[in-house]
């Protein structure tokens, strides 16, 4: 084993010191002698700990950022970076950028990060010799995987799995591969049961989907999802998708696949669920995918008690209840998953232990914060035939092996617990602070958001809070939402409300 990975760890090592010294000698030449770049010359890589405060030089993104997006836009798409970060300087929950701005980031990636910039378990575990032949190739997993790849999934990935689904498919590493193939699932076990679960697809059936044609591709059942909810930007997906026209316009689209209102207030939840009863009972609808909080949307809650009556339904149907867990899994709504929420309020304890299982989605897909992505499943959802649910790569073992960094550490250092706690010295701080044009204070954990009165007075908060040295996000048509790491500290929330009160006046 040494002498296989010797030369290769050598040959990496060499290249991470040739690339860290270009990236030094790069910061000390190509940057303008100016205010833009004071703690350039302090980049010795990996930073060893997080400043005390944000330190701001220029606007946000200052000239490196935009002179870089330009650039960038001759070759790619750019309009959407923000600006340009500098992962040799980022630390724990404060991202540098290009321009020697230190940020404190309560956005992380769009919410993709659990443990902050740089996490020494992370370098430390990417140091490894387990890692260095995975960085070497990428196998195809689904066609040959590597021995260790079982203990991954059982041990690590499957540890953290939501009860009573028991077996997890990984998918090429974004939230929209993990819905498809969620989706699929689901249509494939529903075709399975109406033909009765023994019998092979008919001749007939083998030949019509060749043409797109019925019997064989499923073309009148669809998939239900919620207005305002965000699965996604690949095609299965992107149907269920109902946040913004810009993501679906001039793309087909499943015609068939129903849009079930999402509650405004508590009081709307019944008339809600009645339409959903009333849609499900169409023996059609082979799964019904939903958020726990629609995030893209605006950050969009409803009652636990909602979310029973969902599951209700769904089982009483025979419809499969894929819950989308991509940007809300992952501890940072104060527990591990956010639809460990929806026993809350069942009075008893064993009750709400027997609801706990008994409320268990039929499938939950993860990415973001696991920085892999998959889904749970129950085992029934596993397909009959082997090759209807895969890809050349069917998940990655380096990403595996970072999730489950990320999931002991999780673990080890109690961060949902913390997480539970930061989050609701937070809210309350929020909730409290009364500031002006604010509204609708919400969350769960540190998964918190506001409202505010049109789109540009968001916008306008958004650039002036990062101006001034913390980084948050926008989500829906007026809400600002909050994403930082779960391992951000109260001290780091006093930091957010200290400018978010600067920036709002009371
Ligand atoms: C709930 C949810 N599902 C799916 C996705 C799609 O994930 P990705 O952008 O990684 O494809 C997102 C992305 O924001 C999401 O929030």
């Not at 980049?43 to 030089?57: F, L, T, W």
């Not at 575990?125 to 032949?133: G, T």
């Not at 913004?244 to 087909?252: E, R």
């Not at 929020?430 to 204070?441: E, P, T, V, Y």
């Amino acid at each position: 084993m040494q002498c296989v990975h010797a030369p290769i760890r050598c040959f990496i090592h060499r290249a991470a010191f040739r690339w860290r010294r270009a990236a030094c000698s790069a910061a000390h030449t190509s940057r303008a002698p100016s205010a833009a770049s004071p703690s350039s010359s302090s980049s010795a890589y990996p930073p060893v700990q997080e400043p005390e405060r944000p330190a701001v030089h220029t606007l946000v993104p200052g000239p490196r950022s935009l002179e870089l997006a330009r650039e960038l836009q001759e070759v790619s798409e750019a309009r959407t970076v923000q600006f340009f970060h500098d992962p040799l300087r980022s630390y724990g929950n404060y991202v540098a950028d290009v321009d020697g701005n230190v940020l404190l980031d309560a956005f992380c990636f769009i919410a993709s990060l659990p443990l902050g910039y740089n996490h020494p378990n992370m370098l430390r575990a990417a140091q490894s010799e387990a890692w260095l032949p995975h960085l070497a190739q990428r196998p195809a997993l689904g066609y040959s995987a590597p021995p260790e790849w079982v203990q991954l999934l059982r041990t690590k990935i499957l540890s953290v799995a939501p009860q009573g689904l028991d077996m997890v498919q990984m998918t090429c590493g974004c939230g929209a591969s993990a819905v498809e193939n969620a989706l699929k699932a689901a249509f494939i076990r529903k075709r399975a049961i109406e033909r009765g679960n023994d019998a092979e697809p008919t001749v007939e059936e083998l030949a019509s989907c060749m043409h797109n044609a019925e019997p064989g591709s499923a073309n009148s059942m669809c998939a239900a999802s919620f207005e305002h909810g965000f699965h996604g930007r690949l095609f299965g997906s992107l149907s269920a998708t109902r946040s913004k026209p810009i993501h679906k316009v001039d793309v087909p689209a499943f015609a068939n696949w129903p849009a079930l209102p999402f509650p405004v207030t508590e009081k709307d939840e019944e008339r809600c669920l009645e339409v959903a009863d009333r849609v499900l009972s169409d023996r059609r609808v082979a799964a019904l995918i939903v958020e726990p909080i629609l995030s893209e949307g605006g950050d969009l809650h409803a009652s636990p008690a909602f979310f029973r009556q969902l599951r209700e339904i769904t089982r009483r149907h025979q419809v499969a209840l894929i819950c989308d867990e991509v940007q809300t899994g992952v501890g940072a709504t104060g527990r591990f998953w956010a639809h460990e929420h929806w026993s809350e309020g069942v009075s008893d304890r064993a009750a709400a232990v027997d609801a706990a299982a008994e409320l268990a989605p039929d499938m939950v897909t993860f990415a973001k914060k696991m920085q892999a992505s998959g889904f749970y499943f129950k085992p029934e959802y596993l397909p009959r035939q082997a090759y209807r649910i895969f890809s050349t790569w069917s998940g990655d073992p380096l990403r595996a092996l970072q999730a489950s960094v990320i999931i002991d550490t999780v673990c080890a250092d109690r961060l949902v617990e913390r997480v539970e706690d930061v989050g609701t010295y937070l809210l309350q701080a929020l909730q409290q602070s009364r500031r002006a044009g604010m509204s609708k204070i919400r969350g769960r954990g540190t998964f918190i958001a506001f409202d505010m009165p049109t789109a540009a007075a968001r916008d306008k908060l958004i650039a002036d809070v990062r101006n001034r040295g913390v980084v948050i996000g926008a989500s829906g048509e007026r809400t600002v939402r909050l994403r930082p790491a779960l391992v951000f500290e109260r001290k780091h929330a006093d930091i957010l409300l200290e400018e978010l009160q600067y920036a709002l006046p009371e």
